[in-house]
């Protein structure tokens, strides 16, 4: 049984920071890749970041430059650092971890793992 536990979040006015960790434990020995989806009311949960077991990473435009990702394979960590954080930042971030590498090149998908969700709130 894998667990997704996660930290981080709150409340921000527009232009601060926050940071979100994710730590899995569990019967795993390593994640292809490990990331950050957001969900807010009535639409698709969306890819903010994600970093495979390699280093690689990739961002949804809308962050790029503003948010980054960072993660441990071995210690099956991830972090998120967000910074100049605007009002449409706004939502439900959920951590996600990907055993085979399916989710990194086809999205999200049955063996996936996830956490329960953190709330991130930016405003004035």
């Known amino acids: 049984q894998v667990q997704l536990v996660e930290s981080g979040g709150g409340m921000v006015e527009p232009g601060g920071s926050l940071s979100l960790s994710c730590a899995a434990s569990g019967s795993i020995f390593r994640f292809y890749s490990m990331g950050w989806y957001r969900q807010t009311t009535g639409k698709t949960r969306e890819l903010v970041a994600a970093?495979?077991?390699?280093?690689?990473?990739k961002y949804t435009d809308s962050v790029k430059g503003r948010f980054t990702i960072s993660g441990d394979s071995f210690k099956k960590t991830v972090f998120l650092q967000m910074n100049s954080l605007k009002p449409e930042d706004t939502a439900v971030y959920y951590c996600?971890?990907?055993?085979?590498?399916?989710?990194?090149?086809?999205?999200?998908?049955?063996?996936?793992?996830w956490g329960h969700g953190t709330q991130v709130t930016v405003s004035s």
């Open positions: 996600n971890a990907d055993p085979y590498g399916t989710t990194w090149y086809n999205g999200p998908g049955a063996n996936d793992y």
């Open positions: 970093v495979t077991s390699h280093g690689a990473t």
